[in-house]
């Protein structure tokens, strides 16, 4: 049996819809876009959506929108993918980086030893914001971070790009923060056939700054008010993102049910099984198990045709793109412990009893436990 780690969903209604914005001539930007954006900051339950090119130029316009520039500081996790950072680079910030918690998302406990202590090195004039990312589609610990900021005086941007959908006391994450940024890359809870991003936001000035930039800074076609860039949404994708948000819901119910399938199959095993907090409405972009043995269970799997990965063998503060950049980087505990023993399983909303009993029953084997 072959289990992929992630398969994006297609059916017939996508196919049709893509034909017809090739038929309709119009390509960027169109009324897929801006109705997309509209359902979009509804199903968020903010007032403004702005599609971007991906979840990586969504946080770099959040960022620019908020004025984060040369000399500011930015909190971020380590433990996330390496875009998240990339775009406090590129405004010119410096990313600090903070540790976890069980959950595997920012430790606000940490942020908070951070901030008592001021800025970590000279270069940092002042810590501008937060970048909590909902990791793995589990939320972080939204209201101490926003208790944090309010006291400290920071923003927090939220990095959903992992979480659509995903709840934080009855709350979306994205509508929490300043902003809430998006990916839909094609392994992602809501995807499109491509690379494609999302900006969330209630407040007007920053909808209305992401808008311009991501359109050369223009409002009007030639007159252009911003130096901005081209990170502009498509046609073909808007129409695919517009049924693929019809059915996230039902999506992240499925990743639900798998994940409780997993956590039935694999109880009584030496690993620690995701961990969600009773606040928290998990969409289980990933399921992710540690061992001390990931190596040999993830070949032992591979050879099965069960594919794992890992989300993320290097955490960012140890990138080489890192460590050339900012020198050495103070050590992150709970993060650096992790990163060995943390496994990836097959998550996606088609993945059937069958798979999932076949993905337990080829751990507890590796184990040593046939048949228990
Ligand atoms: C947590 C996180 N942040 C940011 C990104 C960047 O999104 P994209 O690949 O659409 O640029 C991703 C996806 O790779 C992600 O998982």
Redesign the pocket.
């Known amino acids: 049996m072959k289990v992929p780690l992630s398969k994006p969903y297609v059916d017939q209604d996508m196919r049709q819809r893509v034909l017809e914005v090739i038929d309709s001539g119009q390509y960027i930007l169109g009324k897929h876009s801006k109705a997309f954006e509209g359902e979009f900051a509804r199903f968020i339950g903010v007032k403004h959506a702005v599609l971007t090119s991906?979840?990586?130029?969504?946080?770099f316009l959040g960022l620019k929108a908020l004025g984060v520039g040369p000399g500011d500081g930015v909190l971020v996790p380590s433990l996330?993918?390496f875009?998240?950072v990339e775009p406090v680079f590129h405004v010119g910030a410096h990313p600090i980086f903070v540790d976890i918690d069980e959950t595997f998302t920012m430790d606000p406990n940490h942020i908070e030893d951070i901030l008592k202590k001021g800025s970590p090195r000279p270069e940092v004039k002042k810590i501008k914001g937060i970048v909590p990312?909902?990791?793995y589609g589990h939320p972080a610990e939204v209201d101490s971070i926003l208790d944090l900021a309010k006291r400290y005086d920071l923003f927090v941007l939220e990095?959903c790009?992992?979480a659509h959908g995903a709840k934080y006391k009855g709350r979306r994450v994205g509508s929490m923060g300043v902003a809430g940024?998006f990916?839909?890359?094609p392994s992602?809870n809501l995807t499109v056939f491509g690379?494609?991003?999302i900006l969330v936001t209630s407040d007007d000035a920053i909808a209305k700054t992401c808008r311009m930039l991501r359109d050369h800074g223009r409002q009007e076609k030639y007159e252009h008010e911003l130096v901005g860039y081209n990170m502009r949404f498509n046609e073909i994708q808007a129409a695919v993102g517009r049924l693929q948000l019809q059915r996230l819901e039902g999506f992240n119910e499925s990743r639900r049910k798998i994940a409780r399938w997993y956590n039935d199959g694999l109880g009584g095993l030496p690993l620690i099984l995701p961990k969600v907090q009773s606040w928290a409405e998990a969409v289980f972009?990933l399921y992710v198990i540690q061992t001390s043995k990931r190596d040999e269970l993830s070949s032992y799997l591979n050879e099965r045709g069960v594919q794992t990965g890992v989300h993320y063998p290097i955490p960012n503060h140890q990138q080489p793109a890192v460590l050339n950049t900012l020198g050495q980087q103070p050590k992150l505990k709970k993060t650096e412990e992790v990163v060995d023993k943390i496994l990836s399983l097959p998550m996606y909303p088609e993945l059937n009893r069958e798979q999932a009993d076949f993905v337990c029953a080829s751990i507890k084997e590796f184990f040593g436990k046939k048949g228990s």
């Open positions: 991906s979840g990586t130029s969504s946080i996330t993918a875009p998240t990312v909902h990791l990095d790009c992992q940024c990916s839909f890359y992602k690379d494609g991003g972009h």
